[in-house]
């Protein structure tokens, strides 16, 4: 998903309070814009977490989130800043699971998900998860998971080793937020149009001192 921060009208009005001083006025304009996207990029974060957690037993914290989304600035020749968006994968064993005879069904905020063939299992750690053994289908993403044991002989007899096992955590990609996902475009541009004319003016204003114009 990408955002686009840009208000290409204002830069008339960047021009007209500094006595058209087209340099100072395109300076204004991308230090206004890199702020006003700073903010967007922060209400990103915060309204895909909401989404992200509904109903989730296990809540996706802001940090991964924040890893994902990246801040394009603006600059001197394009007065166009980017709020770009990355996959997140998560683990569908964050949501309410229910085993069925023919695999598990987790409830996601996108609706019910059925993964044939996997199974819910916990882990030697006490992370419980869902797995699908190696022959299932490779339409999920996964992340290999191996549990410890002990060396039963030998020169190394009790030490912990973990062994290959013949199953992969179960990951989804479903949650990625989509450029359809309308109620964080809503967000994004409330917050951005708010602090929009705030930005500019103190941009003006800074531009304005730097000159000695005020």
């Known amino acids: ?3 686009e921060v840009r208000y290409d009208a204002d830069i008339k009005t960047a021009r007209k309070a500094l006595d058209n001083d087209w340099k100072a006025a395109r300076d204004a304009m991308r230090q206004a814009l890199n702020k006003t996207a700073a903010k967007g ?3 990103t974060v915060r309204t895909t977490q909401a989404f ?3 109903g989730a037993r296990k809540k996706v914290k802001q940090r991964q989130i924040r890893d994902r989304i990246k801040l394009v600035r603006a600059n001197y020749r394009l007065l166009v800043a980017q709020i770009e968006m990355r996959a997140i994968n998560v683990p ?3 949501y309410h699971a229910t085993q069925t005879g023919t695999g598990v069904i987790v409830q996601t905020p ?3 998900l059925s993964i044939p063939g996997a199974f819910l299992a916990k882990v030697g750690a006490g992370h419980r998860g869902i797995f699908l053994r190696h022959r299932s289908a490779d339409a999920w993403p996964r992340r290999k998971h191996r549990e410890s044991r002990r060396v039963q002989s030998g020169a190394h007899v009790g030490k912990l080793y973990r062994p290959a096992l013949p199953i992969d955590e179960v990951f989804t990609a479903a949650l990625t937020v989509r450029n359809t996902d309308r109620e964080i475009f809503v967000e994004v541009e409330r917050v951005t149009d708010k602090a929009w004319p705030i930005e500019l003016d103190r941009a003006i ?3 304005l001192r730097k000159r000695g114009m005020t």
């Open 1 to 3: 998903m990408v955002v």
């Open 52 to 54: 992200v957690n509904q």
């Open 205 to 207: 204003a800074f531009q």
């Open 92 to 94: 569908v064993s964050n």
């Open 41 to 43: 990029r922060t209400q």
């Open 110 to 112: 996108r609706g019910p």
